[in-house]
């Protein structure tokens, strides 16, 4: 039997190979194999079933759930996929190292070529497949082509954590104990939805939060399923995911290929808050084009201050006290575009509304420039009022089902741009948009999912989702390769649309339109645990909240927002002079910490609902560590002082303590005892926050 072994920065991946197929031997730390226990015989199984394999076919297995579902001409249904010899081969090329294989069924007309990649620079594992299609007359259907099969081993069973939500709720943990079963999550929406995030954690059931811990995501922005399998009495979980396979056919052509979605696994020894460390950690060296301010800007957005009602005096007069509070970008959001005076209409024509603009942008543009700031825009290239231009010239350009009448979510329908000539219309508009004007700053939204996605009449028009991902990855793949210097901001009507393939090709992402303080306190926890504070952009506003309906100082809403990229949408024009000059101080403080809170090591300590809640975030050397924590009111007063138990410092150092943002001296403090009795939080900031700042001397 041939091994090959994968390594990572903490981690081994091992699989072998076997008369099953491709299997895995280990997953898990470096030089600590356990042995998986051998599946009893059974006459009700065949012997694919009883192995973890990679990939698998229906028709290799029988009884187990299989990542392929092919149909074939001539009503053969299946696949029986073996390892063609000699074509796994392993490339280790200083600290990436890859395993690629060949599986074949010659009778059936397919083949599989399995990819898997990790880097000694990070604890991620990634894989997918490219399903070809081998005959020479007739076409495949693939009615499941999902990417890769992750054999985690936590059984029997799994305590499993997902994050799910609703539009203003969204990344809201939930654990569920699954001894035995299927547990099954995704969307039909077109993309990744409100409701389920593309990402599950595993653990041994019964565990509790420390020991090891393994997670699964899905790098997809479309519609999508991922399927958590406990097999009754096994020692590995088979979780799997890709495309949609309740709307999604993919059909293949002699010679044509399919290449699945990507699946990224992750191991850590140190539970959930170390497999969230370690999904950070991979999203800042392989997905980031940079963590620096210059794609993380404090900006300011102008839609609660004026919603639709753009007018030029008016954006500048924000802009003026923007600039004097430290602002680094001016984004003007829904409204500047041609007869947008509601969302009723304009939705597609993207010039600028020579009602409000009798000069163009170039007034307003010149304006923001000259305060010091960058100029930014909303725009929503996927979506269409039935009152607008282009709806009027391309009616046939919205996705539809036949002549069952259109359905209007936000008084608006979605383009299908899985048609050559739609994407090419979006092209060609975003890049007039960034010649023209001098705009360095993008917020794509995106504020409908599909209804009747589909093609009628297009053989392949239930590839309508894979088409419809694909053509916003190359128009996202465009704005970055063509216009560097433009920062882009992923939305979609708050955080619809949150994946790790969607972090590769912007900067930051909007989690949720929930921007009440306690309420996204909350959001953010969550999605912390699987995505990294550098992408997650968060407000200051004057929003209540919906849930959670505490009070909150301002001071608790600016550090509700540092704890990621900060952004203030207030109505600017409202706060009073005093109010100004605190958000001055806090815009500053933000400034300050901003390098630490966007590259550094996170730690959770507790949750929003406790009454003290805290997030660290630890420089790499360990030489600066930055503690935002949020109290309930009440909590801490008159009695013993908070402490929050700090992780991952040195020991044996000392550490310069300051409350209050670093206006209150605490004292020096060993990191022994700060790791042990814990960090004293005076709520030096206001009564129910404070930005705690640690040092060690040189």
């Known amino acids: 039997m041939t091994e090959w072994t994968l390594p990572t920065a903490r981690s081994e991946y091992v699989v072998a190979e076997t008369d099953a197929g491709l299997v895995l031997r280990h997953w898990g730390a470096t030089g600590q194999r356990r042995e998986l226990a051998p599946t009893a015989r059974t006459p009700f199984e065949a012997p694919a079933d009883k192995v973890p394999l990679e990939f698998a076919a229906a028709g290799t297995r029988h009884a187990q759930f299989a990542e392929l579902l092919v149909q074939g001409p001539g009503g053969v249904d299946g696949a029986l996929l073996r390892l063609v010899p000699g074509s796994a081969a392993v490339t280790d090329d200083g600290p990436d190292a890859a395993l690629t294989a060949l599986l074949r069924d010659a009778d059936a007309g397919v083949e599989v070529e399995v990819h898997v990649s990790t880097s000694r620079t990070h604890d991620v594992v990634e894989r997918w497949a490219r399903v070809r299609s081998t005959r020479t007359t007739g076409d495949l259907h693939l009615t499941r082509a999902f990417g890769a099969a992750w054999n985690v081993p936590v059984g029997p069973g799994a305590r499993v954590t997902q994050l799910v939500g609703t539009w203003s709720r969204e990344f809201t943990p939930a654990d569920v104990d699954l001894p035995a079963g299927q547990l099954s999550l995704g969307s039909r929406q077109g993309i990744t939805s409100h409701l389920y995030s593309p990402v599950v954690a595993l653990r041994a059931r019964g565990s509790g939060d420390g020991g090891e811990a393994y997670g699964v995501a899905l790098a997809w922005s479309g519609s999508w399923r991922m399927v958590v399998d406990a097999v009754p009495f096994r020692d590995v979980v088979r979780v799997s995911g890709g495309a949609d396979d309740e709307t999604t056919v993919v059909t293949l052509a002699p010679g044509e290929e399919f290449e699945t979605p990507h699946l990224l696994g992750a191991w850590s020894s140190d539970g959930l808050d170390g497999l969230a460390r370690v999904w950070h950690d991979y999203q800042r060296a392989r997905l980031a084009r940079s963590t620096g301010p210059e794609h993380r800007p404090i900006v300011y957005n102008s839609w609660y201050a004026t919603g639709f009602d753009v007018r030029v005096a008016h954006q500048l007069a924000l802009a003026d006290v923007a600039a004097g509070l430290g602002v680094e970008v001016f984004v003007v959001d829904d409204g500047w575009f041609t007869g947008r005076t509601s969302d009723h209409a304009g939705l597609g024509d993207w010039y600028p509304d020579p009602a409000k603009f009798p000069d163009g942008l170039g007034p307003l543009a010149k304006g923001v420039l000259d305060r010091g700031m960058r100029f930014g825009l909303w725009v929503e290239p996927e979506a269409v009022n039935p009152d607008s231009d282009l709806f009027r010239a391309h009616p046939a350009w919205v996705y539809r089902a036949g002549d069952r009448p259109l359905t209007t979510m936000r008084n608006q329908y979605v383009l299908d741009l899985g048609r050559p000539e739609v994407e090419e219309w979006a092209a060609t508009t975003l890049r007039r948009l960034l010649t023209e004007h001098p705009v360095s700053y993008l917020k794509w939204d995106m504020n409908r999912s599909v209804s009747?996605?589909?093609?009628?009449?297009?053989?392949?028009?239930?590839?309508?989702?894979?088409?419809?991902?694909?053509a916003y990855h190359r128009l996202m793949t465009l704005l970055r390769e063509e216009f560097p210097h433009v920062t882009v901001e992923?939305?979609?009507?708050?955080?619809?649309?949150?994946?790790?393939?969607?972090?590769?090709?912007?900067?930051?992402?909007?989690?949720?339109?929930?921007?009440?303080?306690?309420?996204?306190?909350?959001?953010?926890?969550?999605?912390?645990?699987?995505?990294?504070?550098?992408?997650?952009?968060?407000?200051?506003?004057?929003?209540?909240?919906?849930?959670?309906?505490?009070?909150?100082?301002?001071?608790?809403?600016?550090?509700?927002?540092?704890?990621?990229?900060?952004?203030i949408g207030a109505d600017l024009g409202a706060w009073d002079e005093p109010t100004r000059a605190r958000a001055r101080e806090l815009v500053a403080l933000h400034r300050d910490i901003r390098p630490v809170v966007h590259t550094g090591s996170v730690t959770r300590h507790g949750r929003p609902s406790d009454p003290v809640h805290a997030v660290q975030y630890t420089a790499a050397d360990t030489s600066r560590v930055v503690v935002l924590a949020w109290s309930r009111p009440g909590a801490g007063r008159g009695g013993a002082p908070v402490?929050?138990?700090?992780?991952?410092?040195?020991?044996?150092?000392?550490?310069?303590?300051?409350?209050?943002?670093?206006?209150?001296?605490?004292?020096?403090?060993?990191?022994?005892?700060?790791?042990?009795?814990?960090?004293?939080?005076?709520?030096?900031?206001?009564?129910?926050?404070?930005?705690?700042v640690l040092t060690r001397p040189a």
Do not use: K
């Open 490 to 567: 992923a939305c979609a009507g708050g955080g619809g649309r949150v994946d790790n393939a969607v972090l590769a090709l912007s900067d930051v992402v909007w989690p949720s339109d929930e921007t009440g303080p306690r309420d996204r306190l909350a959001v953010q926890h969550g999605f912390l645990s699987a995505y990294p504070p550098h992408v997650m952009s968060s407000w200051v506003t004057d929003e209540p909240d919906r849930l959670d309906t505490a009070p909150a100082s301002l001071e608790f809403r600016f550090v509700v927002a540092m704890a990621g990229v900060l952004g």
């Open 452 to 470: 009747d996605g589909g093609r009628p009449g297009d053989p392949r028009g239930r590839e309508w989702s894979v088409q419809h991902t694909r």
């Open 643 to 692: 402490r929050v138990p700090l992780a991952g410092l040195d020991h044996d150092a000392r550490y310069r303590v300051r409350a209050g943002g670093g206006a209150v001296e605490c004292g020096v403090l060993a990191g022994h005892d700060l790791a042990g009795a814990g960090l004293p939080v005076p709520f030096a900031l206001a009564p129910d926050c404070d930005v705690i």
